[in-house]
């Protein structure tokens, strides 16, 4: 989808209104005559059509009046796995409580064992349709834990097959490894060992098949404790790789802070997150992702102290959390709608959460997430009369078309 096929070469879109989403700016960065141009997949101009430098030979797409956005981001997703977990869901409906469904096989460890018994091309066959879910709202970059394989060759199969997602469909794919997410059931119960196994292991071979972007952890009661995550982090950081914690989703654990020391990325969840923890991520300009799909499917009634990181001036990021067990949500702007409405997000803080601040969660800044010149040409096109349409309806999908680097 796009204005046009063909070689990325030199476009203009024009006749449209802009919300650029430029740092700094204004609310949106609204442009209301404006036009972007694209040359070999690069944003060279976006601003005043009045203003824009003659184009020699560009090919013109007219937008009609239609606004355009950068391309969706999203900047949390488990999206990797396999088979489904809909009759956990089914289970808790009648009552069964986590515990419960933990004994009869659920929970994290079932997806384990369907993610080591398919192979990697059943892996990407099973994904692609929940890819295609995001990019047909107008994602055009998309980040991919990994954490269903709990050892090295399946932790691995399980990123690979994320990598390929690129090779399979144009976007943007950025993998983390999350091999810290859960005890595998040979670890019989030992957390410190595995921990061993993940920093002395798992991660130094990742690391030589340059098959991660980052290192992800999950710290909390029922996962791993603060002490057992800094050791995973050590070596993350040992091995140049950026990290991101799942921090503060059901207790205070001080995630947040603990991701601010190391000067995360992003610290995601955060329901539980203190002042102390708001302000050191405000300091280390650690992103707060904010995950409304999982709050809403597991019920849980703490909200993310929303109010907390706008005094402290903590960015704020919006994403899927996509997964089979807790979050089983492949839309983008439901997600948006989600936040505003269960989170009280303003719809400028949603929009830019999934364009500007997930790019800045992804350390993608420099290269997407706004409409300016020298980024690439992620562009969404959308058939609205104003931007909060896009966060105010519900299973509504209002894509005109899609750019990806310039494509």
């Not at 013109?60 to 239609?66: A, F, L, P, S």
């Not at 994904?127 to 399946?154: F, W």
């Not at 119960?189 to 992800?216: R, S």
């Not at 070596?235 to 205070?252: E, F, I, R, T, Y």
Request: charged share 25%.
């Amino acid at each position: 989808m796009g204005g046009a096929s063909g070689k990325s070469g030199h476009r203009v879109w024009r006749n449209a209104r802009l919300a650029t989403m430029a740092d700094g700016a204004t609310g949106l960065g609204i442009v209301e005559k404006g036009a972007v141009a694209a040359r070999d997949g690069l944003i060279v101009y976006a601003g005043p059509e009045a203003d824009m430098p003659a184009g020699q030979g560009a090919e013109i797409v007219d937008c009609e009046g239609r606004w355009i956005t950068p391309g969706l981001i999203d900047c949390h997703t488990h999206l990797v796995y396999a088979g489904n977990r809909a009759n956990e869901f089914e289970m808790r409906l009648a009552g069964a409580t986590y515990q419960e469904v933990a004994r009869a096989g659920g929970g994290i460890v079932s997806s384990v064992k369907s993610l080591r018994a398919a192979s990697e091309n059943e892996l990407v066959a099973q994904t692609l349709p929940r890819v295609d879910a995001l990019i047909a709202e107008g994602v055009t970059t998309v980040e991919v834990k990994s954490g269903y394989g709990l050892d090295a060759d399946n932790e691995k199969k399980s990123l690979r097959a994320a990598r390929r997602l690129a090779d399979e469909r144009p976007v943007t794919i950025r993998t983390t490894c999350l091999a810290a997410h859960a005890l595998p059931p040979e670890a019989k119960g030992d957390k410190d060992a595995f921990i061993d196994l993940v920093a002395d292991t798992i991660l130094p071979q990742v690391a030589a098949e340059k098959l991660a972007d980052a290192v992800d952890g999950f710290c909390e009661g029922i996962a791993f404790s603060p002490e057992q995550m800094a050791r995973v982090f050590d070596k993350a950081k040992s091995l140049g790789l950026p990290v991101k914690l799942h921090a503060d989703q059901l207790s205070n654990l001080h995630g947040a802070a603990l991701a601010a020391r190391y000067g995360a990325l992003s610290a995601d969840h955060l329901e539980y997150t203190d002042e102390e923890g708001a302000a050191a991520m405000a300091k280390a300009g650690t992103v707060a992702t904010i995950l409304p799909g999982a709050y809403y499917f597991i019920r849980e009634t703490k909200k993310p102290p929303v109010d907390l990181f706008r005094r402290h001036g903590v960015k704020m990021a919006v994403a899927t959390d996509s997964n089979p067990g807790t979050s089983p949500l492949t839309s983008l702007l439901l997600t948006m709608n989600m936040a505003a409405t269960l989170f009280g997000m303003t719809v400028d803080e949603c929009l830019a959460g999934v364009t500007r601040e997930a790019a800045r969660a992804l350390g993608l800044l420099e290269q997407t997430g706004t409409l300016e010149a020298g980024k690439s040409a992620d562009l969404a096109i959308w058939d609205i009369e104003r931007p909060a349409e896009l966060v105010y309806r519900m299973g509504f999908n209002p894509l005109h078309a899609r750019i990806w680097r310039g494509q």
